[in-house]
């Protein structure tokens, strides 16, 4: 199982990015697939998450209509698109996956739920 994040970058707040998951060596629709972002000090902090053929969905309080997140199945692939960015929003962003059946067939919402991550993407918003 291989996860590769990409589209981070620096961007002013009020700005947008898309982030991409690039997913191998699993069966895609067999997985749920979540981001995590995490700043130094504090915990890994679930963002968004996609299953079941996206009929189950997440997404945190904090970014709930800024961001939103889709999947690719012919491609293997998940994207994170965010909008309106703020400082706060400044992390290293990861994806994560975990099986239908170990989660139960819907999004979960912590990190302790999954089992393989990416290396993650470094999102700066400036002031």
């Known amino acids: 199982v291989q996860l590769v994040e990409s589209g981070g970058g620096l961007v002013q707040t009020g700005g947008s990015l898309k982030l991409s998951c690039a997913a191998s060596g699993f069966s895609f629709d067999d997985y749920i697939i979540g981001w995590f972002r995490q700043v130094p000090g504090k915990e890994r902090e679930g963002v968004s998450c996609?299953?079941?053929?996206?009929?189950?969905?997440y997404y945190a309080d904090s970014v709930k209509a800024r961001f939103t997140i889709s999947s690719d199945s012919s491609k293997n692939a998940v994207y994170l698109q965010m909008i309106d960015l703020k400082p706060e929003d400044t992390a290293v962003y990861y994806c994560?996956?975990?099986?239908?059946?170990?989660?139960?067939?819907?999004?979960?919402?912590?990190?302790?739920?999954?089992?393989?991550w990416g290396l993650g993407t470094q999102v700066t918003v400036s002031s």
């Open positions: 994560a996956t975990v099986s239908n059946t170990r989660a139960g067939w819907r999004c979960r919402e912590t990190h302790v739920w999954y089992d393989y």
């Open positions: 996609i299953g079941n053929s996206e009929i189950s969905t």
